[in-house]
Structures are given as C-alpha cells and as structure tokens.
C-alpha cells in the first residue's frame, strides 16, 4: 500500500485547510485509514481514523468538531478537512493505514506516506 499526503500549506488562525491522501497498491475495502500529526520535538498524536467502509469514524479530542476526515472511494483517497485552525495545529500531518487496527497508537498502523506541512500564524 502507497499512501501520498497532499494538501499543506501556511495559513492563519481560523482558517480552513483540506488535506489529501491518495491510497494505492492493493484492494483496501476494509482497512482503516488514520491521519496522524508530530510537531518538532514532541511525539506523533492522532488526529482522525476513519474505515474504509465509512462506517466507523473516530476523532482526537483536540479536533473534534473542527476537523472532518472522510474518503472517495472513487478516487481512492481520504480527506482531512480542517476547520478554525489553531496555531496549536501547527505540524507536519501524515497519513497512515493498517488492515484492521482502528485505534490511535500510531505504531500499530503499518503503513505510512510522507507528510505534509500545515503551518498557522498567530
């Protein structure tokens, strides 16, 4: 599985961001596609998990209700909408999948794109 984030940029305090990650590689209709985020010096933090069916949707204390992770199964990929950005978003995001894991220790995803850099001004 191919995971390629997209979507990061500099903005300021409430504004709005989409993030994108196109998925690739094999048949994924029940895996779990999580979006992580690591500032410097601090550890990776979960933000959104959401499973591929779209069933199931889970979210970090600290977006809910800012944040909305959703996925196009047309196009393969997943989207973080991010809302009311705060500088405390700033980070760089990654996106990550796993067969069956749906919680948020980022070591149990097995998959991994590069990340994107969100960056909010104050």
């Known amino acids: 599985v ?19 990650c196109a998925i690739s590689g094999r048949d994924f209709g029940s895996y779990v596609m999580g979006w992580f985020r690591q ?3 601090l550890e990776r933090e ?3 998990a959401i499973r591929w069916s779209g069933d199931k949707i889970y979210y970090a204390d600290s977006v809910k209700g800012r944040f909305t ?7 393969n990929t997943v989207y973080l909408q991010m809302n009311s950005l705060k500088p ?4 760089v995001y990654l996106c990550a999948a796993d067969e069956s894991y749906d919680g948020p ?15 909010v001004s104050s």
């Open 105 to 119: 220790r980022a070591v149990r995803y097995h998959y991994w794109g590069q990340g994107t850099q969100v960056t």
């Open 2 to 20: 191919q995971l390629q984030a997209s979507g990061g940029g500099l903005v300021q305090a409430g504004d709005s961001l989409r993030l994108s």
């Open 88 to 91: 405390e978003d700033t980070a």
């Open 69 to 75: 992770v959703s996925r196009d199964t047309a196009k």
């Open 46 to 48: 979960f933000v959104a």
């Open 39 to 41: 500032a410097p010096g």
